[in-house]
């Protein structure tokens, strides 16, 4: 079993700042402002190479960081990769259990499984594949921080572009790319979704990109811009 921890603090202060008057403005307007998020992933070998059309049992459960464990929300399904090796799941109010009558609930725990079935390749039976992550709200002055960072403290790369927020972990495990999209002006279309798969996404034209923990970037015009 592979277990990867990603802690979500300490978000470039320039970012916070931003995203604070932004989300202290649908606070405002709104009252409590619903928070929609969107994971995107890509699966690739040990040189780099995508996991196309693969098939899987994936599990995506939301846990409370308290002691006990309790299980706020799960979702599991038979899933697979489309031909470029992509897969991804949606929280459209993932708000929900990070506030409550505009106080703040906890941190939660965001650990998605994956398992092999009868048509999967890259896993053997009886392997699993498990990657967790945090996600800490703060309220302050009436506005959301959502926090995020590797579990040894390096920052994860940002960008902000209007109501949008991405992160991603520059140095991707095993066989799992991803990164996460959210937003405080719901609902997300696909231009964004293609804007973070761009980003996380290694650059062919940089000298081994093929290989694990390539840095992707924005291109320049129509994309996030870096804070």
């Known amino acids: 079993m592979y277990t990867y921890t990603i802690t979500m603090i300490n978000i470039k202060k320039q970012f916070v700042l931003i995203a604070v008057a932004l989300f202290a403005m649908a606070t405002t307007a709104a009252g409590q402002p619903t928070i929609e ?12 190479q995508k996991i196309a059309n693969e098939h899987f049992d994936f599990t995506v459960k939301l846990m409370s960081a308290e002691p006990g464990i309790t ?7 038979s899933t697979q990769t489309d ?8 929280i459209p109010e993932i708000s929900e259990y990070l506030m409550k009558d505009d ?12 398992l092999p079935n009868d048509k999967t390749k890259w896993l053997k039976e009886g392997e699993d594949f498990m990657v967790s992550y945090t996600l800490s709200p703060t309220l302050k002055d009436d506005a959301i921080y959502l926090s995020m960072s590797r579990m040894e403290g390096s920052e994860l790369s940002d960008y902000l572009q ?19 999209l ?12 293609d804007d973070l798969r761009h980003w996380i996404s290694p650059d062919p ?15 320049l015009g129509g994309y996030p811009k870096k804070r």
């Open 37 to 48: 998020m969107n994971f995107q992933g890509a699966l690739t070998d040990g040189g780099g």
């Open 71 to 77: 299980s706020l929300w799960s979702h599991s399904a």
């Open 83 to 90: 031909e470029e090796g992509w897969f991804s799941f949606n």
């Open 103 to 114: 106080e703040i609930k906890e941190t939660i725990v965001i650990r998605m499984e994956f």
């Open 162 to 180: 209007d109501n949008l927020y991405y992160f991603k972990d520059d140095y991707p495990f095993a066989y799992l790319t991803g990164g996460f």
């Open 182 to 193: 959210l937003t405080d002006a719901p609902p997300l279309n696909q231009s964004s979704v």
């Open 205 to 219: 034209d940089e000298s081994g990109s093929s290989t694990r923990g390539v840095k992707g970037g924005f291109p």
